[in-house]
């Protein structure tokens, strides 16, 4: 909300009245988020914009009133909501996901069943085709599963291939899951079991009356805001003009991250990712691709020095050695030397630093060379 | 060669006994192809330059003159290679390839086995793993079809795996065997009959004498010369720290086009080339990619090489001894050198070649680092 309506704005926890209030706004025919968004900003709450709804929709050449919501109809999806074992959240609520209120607009009411609490956590979309390889798969769920270990959650659409993967690699660490339809909505049947896991140590989310059964056109809008409440979107098999190249798309428009898993170009269903990737998307082997894409102000600082502590232990002989003989006169980065021996960064470059001591190599701007006679 | 030294030059077809002459210098103990193409520069002729080589290298501290093969060795070697059929083409030579002609430094001659002609069009080097799987094998000959139909010539490193198949794919339009060792030296042994056929309806090249086996460190001058033939290099199938990525490297420090084939990230005969691609190579799933890449013809040019005329006059031994202070493992630009001596940039680069033919210096790439032991 703009500054100018903020002191009029209902900002903070939503009395009954005026939960029952926003919700008739938000169901109210012809209210599309945008308008939601500037109504309750001009007139500052729910009540007065919904007053003020038949003028403005006359005033723009609407016969008739848009059709509102009854209290009683408002008070009844609220009702059937809580039935669920779900909670509605407003955009103007403190437990409505930041990175879902910066887009533009924010849908003005969610559905949550679960642990709401991943909603304040930062999340990262794994979306991807529904007939998807085994080894798409296998894929997603070990990526979901070291995103998770990262502290990240991972948000999906509770689809059947890549979505279900991925949900099912997070379930230990935190997914949500965005439905098309409301609440309740099981969709594919073969989820169910998925589902009932993820409400119960997970969260389903949904801008959907509870119940709604998904409509074709209900997906955009859950795209969108599975890729609204993410940092970060990576696509993981895709076939051209596929919905994970829309997810991909909206996040792009929101400013998020795009990632895509790259495949041979002899297998369709890599196509639509190693598209994304020519378009200009990050490339993602895995998790650490994801971090250092999401890392904040990255590329605006200088790499941080390599560091050490204890845990890091001390390099053995075989590893000096090991490094010694991948020193050229051409300056190495000290990563790219930890790759190739494979250790930590921090170990590689205790050793080139006693290397250095024992003067065999050089060390400057991150990089080493052998030292020169 | 700079505008100031082309005419003192010998540009054009050499008579035989500047060719004897040429090869002569080429072949020179201490006499890189940097230092070949600045004394050619410096003292117009490569029989004046042999006459000159002992008294530079003991200006720069060597005791002994280089070692230089004799008139008759080098008639031997232009004997070897034409009992085989093939030619020598000096780098001042028309049928030179201009490509190649623009890499700094240019391999002083090449021994060519074939139809030359190809030399004269342009070609796109396809390389990878000689342990490729079958379908990186499948692509590459089909990439190589492909771009041998849109009128491009195919360079490779008849090495096991896509080289062999790239070969294959354009044999019957054209392509480029380039050998680590000498013309003859057929390897690996399974790839015989593939060498004979490119013989017979491609071209074989190399930079070593005929007959020479290779070693190890002949490949990456081999990989050089793949690189320098072509507008753009398309790497299928590498894993990480492969002789097909040192090829993409120094594609890009010559200013030629990057391709990778893109790969699942479960695949590590694709971690080389999703490399490739994360670093800012172009994604290549087909010709049409390295068709849209090479379109505007971009690189193809290295920066000019630093010229010599007379009016820089000779370097002091005071000068050679302060570059000799600056250098180190790593690789120090020339006209970095230049600012810190604050002398002109061509008498500094003539005398880090007077110290390269001493065995003090390496040049390459318009840098120098202190030679290694």
């Given at each position: 909300m703009s500054d100018a309506s903020s002191e009029r704005a209902p900002l903070g926890?939503?009395?009954?009245?005026?939960?029952?209030?926003?919700?008739?706004?938000?169901?109210?025919?012809?209210?599309?988020?945008?308008a939601f968004q500037h109504l309750i900003g001009r007139f500052g709450d729910p009540r007065r914009a919904l007053e003020a709804l038949?003028?403005?929709?006359?005033?723009?050449?609407?016969?008739?009133?848009?059709?509102?919501?009854?209290?009683?109809?408002?008070?009844?999806?609220?009702?059937a909501g809580a039935a669920m074992g779900a909670r509605l959240i407003a955009s103007c609520e403190p437990d409505y996901p930041e990175a879902l209120r910066a887009i533009d607009p924010p849908p003005p009411v969610l559905w949550a069943l679960g642990d709401a609490a991943l909603l304040g956590r930062r999340s990262v979309a794994v979306v991807g085709a529904r007939v998807a390889s085994a080894a798409g798969c296998r894929f997603a769920r070990g990526l979901a599963a070291d995103l998770g270990a990262a502290g990240l959650v991972v948000v999906?659409?509770?689809?059947?291939?890549?979505?279900?993967?991925?949900?099912e690699g997070a379930l230990e660490t935190g997914t949500i899951a965005?439905?098309?339809?409301?609440?309740?909505?099981?969709?594919?049947?073969?989820?169910?079991?998925?589902?009932?896991?993820?409400?119960?140590?997970?969260?389903?989310?949904?801008?959907s009356e509870p119940g709604r059964r998904a409509q074709a056109r209900d997906f955009p809008r859950r795209n969108r805001i599975i890729s609204g409440l993410s940092v970060a979107v990576v696509v993981v098999e895709a076939e051209q003009r596929s919905g994970s190249l829309i997810t991909a798309r909206l996040a792009a428009e929101q400013g998020r991250e795009v990632l895509a898993v790259p495949g041979s170009p002899l297998d369709p269903r890599a196509r639509g990712c190693n598209d994304l990737i020519r378009q200009g998307a990050a490339l993602c082997e895995g998790a650490d691709d994801v971090l250092r894409a999401i890392e904040p102000l990255s590329g605006m600082r200088a790499p941080p020095p390599i560091g050490w502590s204890e845990e890091d232990g001390?390099?053995?002989?075989?590893?000096?050695?090991?490094?010694?003989?991948?020193?050229?006169?051409?300056p190495a980065p000290i990563d790219e030397l930890a790759r190739q021996v494979d250790a930590p960064a921090p170990l590689v470059f205790a050793a080139l630093v006693e290397l250095s001591l024992a003067g065999r190599a050089q060390l400057g701007g991150g990089r080493a060379t052998i030292a020169g006679h």
């Open positions: 926890q939503l009395g009954d009245g005026a939960r029952l209030d926003w919700l008739r706004l938000a169901r109210a025919e012809t209210v599309g988020a945008s038949p003028s403005l929709a006359r005033r723009a050449g609407r016969g008739q009133a848009p059709a509102t919501p009854s209290e009683a109809e408002a008070a009844a999806e609220l009702a999906s659409g509770l689809a059947r291939g890549v979505d279900a993967a991925a949900h965005v439905l098309g339809g409301g609440i309740g909505d099981v969709y594919p049947a073969e989820n169910a079991g998925l589902y009932a896991r993820i409400a119960e140590r997970g969260l389903i989310v949904s801008e001390e390099p053995t002989p075989d590893l000096i050695e090991a490094v010694f003989t991948l020193l050229s006169p051409a």
